[in-house]
């Protein structure tokens, strides 16, 4: 059974930083993982993604100040933010999936397994 547990999130202020762990319990492929977000009133939409190569995506919104990390030894993905804007504002969920994703995947379709989330409150 596969279990995901996210930590590390908080509040801080704009231009601040914070670090998301995610503990993958039961996954052992790493096959492909991703962080999601979602604030109040929008859609959930990926934030970052990694495969088992450690070939990686991002959002757009989110390039250059936003860093993700798979530590295998420790079963462990991480995902680096600085830079953190007040837009950055959401609750976090971290995904695993049973296939490979080449090239990283930012969308929903073809997660399999989610955690509970972290929320990530940043302040102006």
């Known amino acids: 059974q596969v279990q995901l547990v996210e930590s590390g999130g908080g509040s801080v202020q704009a231009g601040g930083s914070l670090r998301l762990s995610c503990v993958a319990s039961?996954?052992?492929?790493?096959?492909?993982m991703g962080w999601f977000r979602q604030a109040p009133g929008k859609e959930r939409e990926g934030v970052a993604s990694?495969?088992?190569?450690?070939?990686?995506s991002y959002a757009d919104s989110v390039k250059g100040r936003f860093t993700i990390s798979n530590d295998n030894s420790n079963n462990e993905l991480s995902l680096r933010m600085n830079s953190l804007k007040p837009e950055d504002t959401a609750m976090y969920y971290c995904?695993?999936?049973?296939?490979?994703?080449?090239?990283?995947?930012?969308?929903?379709?073809?997660?399999?397994?989610w955690g509970q989330g972290t929320q990530v409150t940043v302040s102006s």
């Open positions: 990694i495969n088992r190569l450690g070939d990686t």
């Open positions: 039961g996954y052992t492929s790493r096959n492909c």
């Open positions: 995904a695993a999936a049973r296939d490979y994703c080449p090239f990283g995947r930012l969308g929903e379709v073809g997660y399999n397994y």
